[in-house]
């Protein structure tokens, strides 16, 4: 290989290192050309470019794109599935996963999970995952389901409330004690409702009532003269 053409080929794969942050590693070793297409079909369908690559030229790439969480993962046959921004990295490692299964050759050495290194176990359970749909689903449950419960708990008492003040409402109503307004065009001469209830109610008095009304009989009562008691009331003491 010319050297111009290595220079590129560590241009590329510097450019595809930087330009995404999650990636996995396998060891092709094994497939046929046929099962690799098959492969690489179908991490396309969930947004991966898989590349086979040499080692000593992807170590001097990944030295210039600052990923040396990879150079421990270079060692044999080397194929790297770029996952984009918008792609599966658990649909990802399930087809390879699957691949590696049917084909009992293929494995999974590890990989860059947003930056993180991670082992071939590791990316051996993100196969395990569910989708990206379905995980955006569960989220949205998960976020939305607090939310709801919390607009339940505060409207509840808010609906419980009117409906006690309607129910209030309606028995002041058929006991006679809500007091409606008074219609400016009510006939002259005729009772406001509330004073026709308070002539229903009895009269209560005060002890200052009470003396008040003693002073008034005391004052209607005949004046027999200063010092000359009545005969009525001399009868009364013998």
Do not use: C, W
Not at 50 to 59: A, D, E, S
């Amino acid at each position: 290989m010319l050297k111009t053409d290595k220079e590129r080929i560590v241009s590329e794969l510097a450019a595809e290192l930087g330009s995404v942050d999650t990636l996995i590693v396998a060891d092709y070793r094994g497939l046929t050309n046929k099962q690799l297409e098959a492969l690489r079909d179908e991490l396309l369908k969930h947004g991966a470019r898989f590349r086979i690559v040499k080692n000593t030229l992807t170590r001097r790439a990944a030295e210039l794109a600052g990923a040396e969480a990879l150079l421990v993962m270079l060692e044999g046959p080397t194929s790297i599935a770029f996952i984009e921004s918008a792609g599966d990295p658990a649909a990802v490692a399930k087809a390879l996963a699957t691949t590696a299964k049917g084909t009992s050759v293929l494995s999974l050495r590890g990989g860059i999970l947003e930056g993180k290194a991670l082992s071939g176990e590791e990316i051996a359970e993100l196969a395990t995952l569910p989708p990206v749909d379905q995980l955006r689903g569960l989220l949205v449950g998960a976020v939305v389901a607090p939310l709801t419960q919390l607009v339940a708990l505060v409207s509840a008492p808010l609906r419980d409330l009117h409906g006690l003040i309607d129910a209030r409402i309606r028995q002041l109503e058929e006991q006679g004690q809500v007091v409606e307004p008074v219609d400016e065009t009510t006939p002259e001469g005729s009772a406001p409702v509330e004073l026709e209830q308070a002539a229903d109610e009895p009269e209560t008095y005060t002890s200052s009532d009470s003396a008040s009304a003693e002073s008034d009989a005391q004052d209607t009562s005949p004046d027999f003269g200063a010092g000359e008691p009545a005969a009525h009331v001399e009868e009364e003491e013998e």
